[in-house]
């Protein structure tokens, strides 16, 4: 198999850890491959988007979702380390406002699919990162939303000490109570 899939704490969150050859010269693995990952975790999907950010340290990005069109990511990171974070907010979902963090780093070339109706960001740990990802539908800027990444009431243990930095809509995220949800 070209991946290993791990099953996370909420249903249709996958972790998934590529086979990567390596020696002297340095590493090769296909990070995608639409029949492996098909045949690896029952889905059939289709990426329509690639997005690429780098970030400093101490950056923390989301938790965004689109209301409609919502998009599925396989998210993963080239350079650097992140906290990925993902968040139900499926309302019919018995994981309805619970979340799930992992550790993507350019090293442990793990990805992370993270389904439609799910709100995604991360905190960048190391000095910076590169975060690359597919998604299953196009931007659009009109229903996109971002839920408060500091909401009590989630409570994400995020790895950090101080305030992040923040897009001014990430300060300003809805709580989980007041946010719009999917009916998936």
Known sequence: ?????????????LILEPKVFGDARG????????????NVTGLEVQFVQDNHSK????????????I????????RVTQ???????VDLRRSSPTFGKWEGVV??????????????FAHGFLVTSENAE???????????????????????VGIQWPIQTTPLLATKDAAGTPLGRAESFCL
């Open 1 to 13: 198999m070209p991946y290993t899939v791990t099953p996370t704490t909420l249903p249709d969150v």
């Open 55 to 66: 970030s400093a340290q101490g950056v923390l990005r989301g938790l965004h979702y689109q």
């Open 131 to 153: 975060v690359l990802y597919k998604t299953t539908d196009y931007y659009h800027p009109e229903f996109e939303r971002s839920l408060l990444w500091i909401d009590p009431t």
């Open 68 to 75: 409609q069109h919502p998009q599925g990511k396989l998210v």
């Open 80 to 86: 650097g380390e992140v906290f990925d974070v993902v």
């Open 27 to 38: 590493f090769f693995f296909e990070s995608f491959n639409a029949r492996d990952f098909a």
């Open 104 to 117: 993507l780093s350019a090293q442990n070339k793990r990805q992370l699919w993270v389904p439609p109706g």
